[in-house]
């Protein structure tokens, strides 16, 4: 068993002219229990740590596969500022082998701390008969994660004391996803500033071709840190994922009339079409003004559409999910929900109940910290308590939705939120948090403090919710509480 992973300092900074966020790698020594180094991307406030992913069989395809993963995270927030990626792995071709998955994560954990990453995204990836089979968790570290993945009530502006609840788990595994082995590394690549073409993957292999910035090429194969491209006369080569951009492998696009340009921005249309469907993406651009492009491979031939209409989509669903929590946590709610949404459209078919769930109350707090009485993030919040109904903080999540939902009288509110923490009580009577959204319910219900006398137009309690209310406060509170 494998006791030191060897994780150099080799600073990337902004990965592409267009990007707010930041990545950088990390090679080096890791001894469990020793000092870490210095921290990397000090200045990023939520980062996220992708380790190496263990491959067992020793077939490489870890260390690609993360390389990979790590550019479809960076490339997932690369509008987002305050977000950054570190990528952690072993010097060289060396693989993580013979590595205990105990071990390797609480190593990668303890990496995540050194570098003050709030979240480590971990995993193993193994082939068998053509085809890779690649497992993906997400961990989050409570004592970084801090409360910024809670869902806080306001009124006014002005904070309502108590009513507070946690909207995510610690850590999730996410359904593993398969590729058959020549289909995983295809995909658009584009040369960021200029590029040698190398005859294998070295830097001291000889160069077969000098391409410019901005070239489109199509990846077949990885090795390490190195795509195999294929240019459009057939030839092919080596380039090191250092000098390339990566956009999505695809995107999906589910609009009317969409315009579909001859290239990015103001370019002339080449058709105004109804789109239904997932398109490779061959091409990206930034356009000052005008945002991010892509262009796309339709039945018909080649177009650019605008990113913003698209839903971009990557090598694993959990991408999306890293992606909403880095929003969530940098209070940009709006591309947190779309990017849980995405989640929940990628998972719904094969995801497990826990983790759509998840999804689905993290866009609903996503949708009410915009909009606190958002009808949408009353359904996303419902769906997520359908389909964990064994799980407390659903309730408390659905409890304070209810308390400005929309189409509901004051008196079927104070109702619904009682019966949630009915629910959630009988279902962890020990919980703090709900305990402290009890004493706040009581509270509330009383319109003494200044906070919730500016609700009492809007909101009371029905006699029956009271009296439940009462029985709730007598069987799990004592007067010292209140």
Request: aromatic letters at 8%.
């Amino acid at each position: 068993m494998i006791r030191h992973l060897h994780i150099l300092l080799l600073i990337i900074g902004s990965l592409t002219t267009f990007s707010a966020q930041a990545g950088e790698q990390i090679v080096g020594e890791f001894r469990p229990g020793m000092p870490q180094g210095r921290e990397v991307l000090a200045h990023v406030p939520v980062k996220v740590l992708i380790a190496e992913f263990i491959d067992p069989q020793a077939t490489g395809l870890g260390k690609s596969l993360s390389y990979m993963l790590w550019r479809e995270a960076l490339t997932a927030v690369h509008d987002q500022r305050g977000a950054g990626i570190i990528y952690a792995h072993t010097a060289g071709d060396t693989p993580l082998v013979n590595l205990l998955r105990q071990d390797y994560h609480l190593a990668a954990q303890e990496i995540a701390r050194g570098q003050k990453s709030r979240i480590v995204m971990w995993g193993a990836v193994a082939e068998e008969r053509g085809q890779v089979y690649i497992d993906s968790y997400l961990t989050l570290l409570p004592e970084l994660i801090g409360e910024s993945l809670t869902l806080s009530l306001e009124n006014e502006g002005r904070p309502l004391p108590g009513f507070s609840t946690e909207i995510s788990r610690s850590r999730y595994g996410f359904t593993q996803v398969r590729y058959p082995r020549d289909r995983l590394f295809r995909r658009a690549v584009i040369i960021r500033t200029g590029a040698k073409l190398r005859q294998r993957p070295s830097r001291e292999a000889p160069v077969v071709n000098s391409l410019p910035a901005n070239t489109a090429l199509q990846a077949v194969d990885m090795h390490g840190a190195w795509f195999k491209v294929e240019l459009e006369d057939g030839s092919k080569g080596w380039l090191n994922i250092d000098q390339l951009d990566i956009p999505p492998r695809t995107t999906r696009v589910h609009r009317n009339g969409i315009n579909i340009r001859s290239g990015p921005g103001n370019h002339p249309v080449l058709r105004n079409a109804n789109l239904r469907g997932e398109y490779p993406v061959l091409d990206r651009r930034f356009v000052p003004g005008k945002g991010v492009w892509y262009q796309l491979q339709f039945s018909w031939g080649k177009g650019w559409v605008a990113a913003f209409l698209t839903q971009p989509r990557f090598t694993l669903p959990a991408i999306q999910f890293l992606a909403g929590l880095q929003r969530y946590q940098l209070k940009n709610y709006r591309e947190a929900a779309a990017a849980f949404g995405r989640f929940v459209a990628e998972s719904q078919d094969q995801g497990s109940n826990v983790n759509l769930a998840a999804a689905l109350a993290l866009q609903g707090s996503s949708l009410l910290m915009r909009d606190v009485g958002s009808r949408k993030a009353q359904e996303a919040i419902m769906r997520a308590t359908a389909l964990t109904p064994y799980d407390p903080l659903v309730y408390n999540l659905r409890m304070l939705s209810a308390l400005y939902a929309r189409g509901a009288s004051p008196g079927q509110r104070s109702e619904q939120m009682v019966s949630d923490l009915e629910q959630s009580l009988e279902l962890d009577p020990r919980n703090p948090r709900t305990l402290t959204l009890l004493k706040a319910l009581v509270a509330l219900s009383r319109m003494e403090e200044p906070e919730y006398r500016a609700l009492r137009h809007s909101f009371w309690i029905k006699d029956s919710a009271r009296e439940r209310l009462d029985a709730l406060q007598k069987r799990h509170l004592d007067e010292r509480q209140l």
